[in-house]
């Protein structure tokens, strides 16, 4: 059974940085996908960054780029998403999700992706 549990998140003031961390268990496949999402009240979820888990390949969002940062920790299971410069903008709920090892989704769109953590909220203070 795929799980992943997201921690990591929290308050801070614009300009600071957060660590979040998603570790998954239940996954085999070296053609998983792990993505980080947000969603804020009122709004779409939107992808922000993602990464292959075999060929470590990264993606981000327009948004986040240069401010964000996804790794991977193969030894323990972990994926982290290092934010920093951190914008009120940024305020949302942040989950992390992978696919079904026979589907190929596109790497920022939420629809592909089949399983999902609970979340972890992020509020960022101006």
């Known amino acids: 059974q795929v799980q992943l549990v997201e921690s990591g998140g929290g308050s801070v003031q614009a300009g600071g940085s957060l660590r979040l961390s998603c570790v998954v268990t239940?996954?085999?496949?070296?053609?998983?996908?792990i993505g980080w999402f947000r969603q804020a009240p009122g709004k779409e979820r939107e992808g922000v960054a993602s990464?292959?888990?075999?060929?470590?390949?990264?993606h981000y969002s327009a948004t986040v780029k240069a401010r964000f940062t996804i790794s991977q920790d193969n030894a323990v299971n972990t994926f982290y998403l290092q934010m920093n410069s951190l914008k009120p903008e940024d305020t949302a709920m942040y989950y992390c999700?992978?696919?079904?090892?026979?589907?190929?989704?596109?790497?920022?769109?939420?629809?592909?992706?089949?399983?999902w953590g609970q979340g972890t909220q992020v509020t960022v203070s101006s």
């Open positions: 999700a992978t696919n079904s090892p026979d589907k190929a989704p596109s790497p920022l769109t939420a629809a592909g992706f089949d399983y």
């Open positions: 990464i292959y888990r075999g060929s470590g390949r990264t």
């Open positions: 239940g996954i085999t496949s070296h053609s998983n996908i």
